[in-house]
T-cell receptor, first 113, second 113 residues
Framework: KAGVTQTPRYLIKTRGQQVTLSCSPISGHRSVSWYQQTPGQGLQFLFEYFSETQRNKGNFPGRFSGRQFSNSRSEMNVSTLELGDSALYLC????????????FGQGTRLTVV | GESVGLHLPTLSVQEGDNSIINCAYS??????FIWYKQESGKGPQFIIDIRSNMDKRQGQRVTVLLNKTVKHLSLQIAATQPGDSAVYFCAENPDNYGQNFVFGPGTRLSVLP
């Protein structure tokens, strides 16, 4: 059974640009969550999608957005990139709607220069 | 605000000894907790979970203890092996709706030969 797949693995962007990251959840999983991981702030929740609807949102500016498709694949977008957006972006998928194991992908390492 | 914190940022143990990693959580309404292990260059890996209606849960070489009175969570690893060296995170789900995990800052476990 394939795990959570995130693409690309590494990305370098320039300040002011926008970026789209992709996440393919484990087959059958309907919940997809996104997290940002930095040395200073640790793992922080961005948002969660369930059945194509954003169900939860963390405390991030509107430059961070996401969506989920009918096949549960998800994308997140960051517009007008800032140096502080450099981080490891992690996607996690879950089978049920809440309080179940969340499985993470290997993440996308975004560097903003 | 809601937070999950760890008492020790680093922990060194001798190979073969037992390890105990602690975590304090602040939201008494949280009813689901997960321990994750993260190795360098990888996403967090699910270790074990526990629901608030339980005090203890055992897995293979790992035990999670939950003390709701003092809002404390611990992970015990028996017969610690070199492959256990990693950063360990506890995570709580404080919402009654969705998969929105709050992570602790993490504890780095080093296993000494």
């Amino acid at each position: 059974k394939a795990g959570v797949t995130q693409t690309p693995r590494y990305l370098i962007k320039t300040r002011g640009q926008q970026v789209t990251l992709s996440c393919s959840p484990i087959s059958g999983h309907r919940s997809v969550s996104w997290y940002q991981q930095t040395p200073g702030q640790g793992l922080q929740f961005l948002f969660e999608y369930f059945s194509e609807t954003q169900r939860n949102k963390g405390n991030f500016p509107g430059r961070f957005s996401g969506r989920q498709f009918s096949n549960s694949r998800s994308e997140m977008n960051v517009s007008t990139l800032e140096l502080g957006d450099s981080a490891l972006y992690l996607c996690a998928s879950s089978l049920a709607d809440r309080d179940t194991e969340a499985f993470f992908g290997q993440g996308t390492r975004l560097t903003v220069v | 605000g809601e937070s999950v914190g760890l008492h020790l940022p680093t922990l060194s143990v001798q190979e073969g000894d037992n390890s105990i990693i602690n975590c304090a959580y602040s939201n008494s309404a949280s009813d689901y907790f997960i321990w994750y292990k993260q190795e360098s260059g990888k996403g967090p890996q699910f270790i074990i979970d526990i629901r608030s209606n339980m005090d203890k849960r055992q897995g293979q070489r790992v035990t999670v203890l939950l003390n709701k009175t003092v809002k404390h969570l611990s992970l015990q690893i028996a017969a610690t092996q070199p492959g256990d060296s990693a950063v360990y995170f506890c995570a709580e789900n404080p919402d009654n709706y969705g998969q929105n995990f709050v992570f602790g800052p993490g504890t780095r476990l080093s296993v000494l030969p």
